[in-house]
């Protein structure tokens, strides 16, 4: 399978504890993105990498979430001192430099307890 | 502000009919729109798109209309099967912000038997 791909799928953590989720995007995609969406709502952008360079961060990441995608490859998101706000579903997604469409991985589910 | 809005939360269809998904946009810069499909603990899949010099855009039993004066777009499904039962998205980008997504809420559509 050469789609995005994320881990782990779900996560259920307690309340100011620390999280970390992983992305490996599709091969040669030197774009990628990391969304939240919560329920009944669609994803809002979280942060964007081209290469292993971060262009474009959202207000909604607050000083708690920090992103790497330290070879241009893969990418971590770590959420440190989670709240029960963060309950979300983590979504990875990647595009080529020239391309329109962004594909999306399956998603990292978060539970704050 | 939701610059992009799906304004019915759900839409049921019989099996061979058509379905027609709605969405509105409110920023006249959106230049690139598209269409996801996302079905419960998934992330969205991508089905179509099209580019703000068309008015439409066909796949298969999918096709997008593009009103740019009405600030309007439909997602057209024909003929509607039990398979197309999932979350639509309609989702909105700027020239010039490397594909970052602006999602409306969301359409759920069921198809019966």
């Known amino acids: 399978d050469t789609g995005v791909s994320q881990d782990p799928r779900h996560k259920i953590t307690k309340r100011g504890q620390n999280v970390t989720f992983r992305c490996d995007p599709i091969s040669e995609h030197n774009r990628l993105y990391w969304y939240r969406q919560t329920l009944g709502q669609g994803p809002e952008f979280l942060t964007y990498f081209q290469n292993e360079a971060q262009l474009e961060k959202s207000r909604l990441l607050s000083d708690r979430f920090s992103a790497e995608r330290p070879k241009g490859s893969f990418s971590t998101l770590e959420i440190q001192r989670t709240e029960q706000g963060d309950s979300a579903m983590y979504l990875c997604?990647?595009?080529?430099?020239?391309?329109?469409?962004?594909?999306f991985g399956e998603g990292s589910w978060l539970t704050v307890v | 502000d939701q610059q992009v809005k799906q304004n019915s939360p759900s839409l049921s269809v019989q099996e061979g009919r058509i379905s027609i998904l709605n969405c509105d946009y409110t920023?006249?810069?959106?230049?690139?729109f598209l269409w996801y499909k996302k079905y419960p603990a998934e992330g969205p899949t991508f089905l179509i798109s099209i580019s703000s010099i068309k008015d439409k855009n066909e796949d298969g039993r999918f096709t997008v209309f593009l009103n740019k004066s009405a600030k309007h777009l439909s997602l057209h499904i024909v003929p509607s099967q039990p398979g197309d039962s999932a979350v639509y998205f309609c989702a909105a980008r700027i020239t010039g912000t490397a594909s970052k997504l602006t999602f409306g809420t969301g359409t759920r559509l069921q198809v019966t038997l």
């Open positions: 920023n006249s810069m959106f230049d690139y």
């Open positions: 997604a990647s595009s080529e430099g020239s391309g329109n469409t962004i594909y």
